[in-house]
């Protein structure tokens, strides 16, 4: 189950509250704080990038997003709802493309789908193409991952997302390792698919230039442990320009927190 339907709060809050979020690990070595009060929101359909230097707790802050991790203090709400676990509202897309190798690219985009089943009115096969389309691999259907490039398996990966209509997408570092010709082609057409889908993205990277080309606000997270420096937020027109003044000024914004960083 996802959330917990006895907590709701205000209606006003935004789609995703992270609200005053500590995290400690226990590990052999001792506790590693992680993330100390962290407190952000992400309305509905915005893109919102998490940004912030090695180990300042963005994946960390993710999985709790994502209901793959409980907090040790504080509590994230989605629509009002404190997170208890994963749920089909929250799609994931990771930097490892996690396919199941063994299945096709239409059998792994219909994995969510075994479970909760297509939206209303159409049936998985239809669910699955339309979701291939989305991200211009229909003709990769039959192929197994083993077949594909790095930037066609992310793809695989983001259309087994979408494939159960989440209204928010999670993505942590998902074009991380790609080459920067093909990281490009994904940005556009992430961009594509959110303006068509409307989705809300949660987006963590350590890329400033990916996250002041796709974002509408940046959340700055620093290090040691893992806190919100700052919210920038993106005021540039799209498509933007990644050799602009106005994109480069932001970029050089975001840049300035991590020069002065001890990381
Ligand atoms: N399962 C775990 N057990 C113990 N410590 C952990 C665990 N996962 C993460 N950490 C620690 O928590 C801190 C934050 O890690 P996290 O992976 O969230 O950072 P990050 O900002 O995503 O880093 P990167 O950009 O390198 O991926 C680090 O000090 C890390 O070593």
Redesign the pocket.
Known sequence: MAVNRTDATSTTEPQIAVDGVS?T???ESGP?H??DDVSFGVGRGEFVSIV????????????IVAGLEAATEGEVRVEGLPVTGPGPDRGMVFQDDALFPWRTVAKNVAYGLEEVGPPEGVTVEERVDHCLDLVGLTEKASAYPKELSGGQRQRVGIARALAVDPPILLM??PFGSVDARTKASLHRELLDIWAETRKTICF?T?DIEEAVYLSDRIVV?S????TVRDEITVDLSRPRDRTGDDFTAVKRDVLAYFEDDED
């Open positions: 995290k690990y226990r590990s590693v992680a993330l912030g230097p090695s180990g300042s707790g963005k994946s960390t802050v993710f999985r942590d570092e963590v350590h997270f290090g040691g442990p893992g």
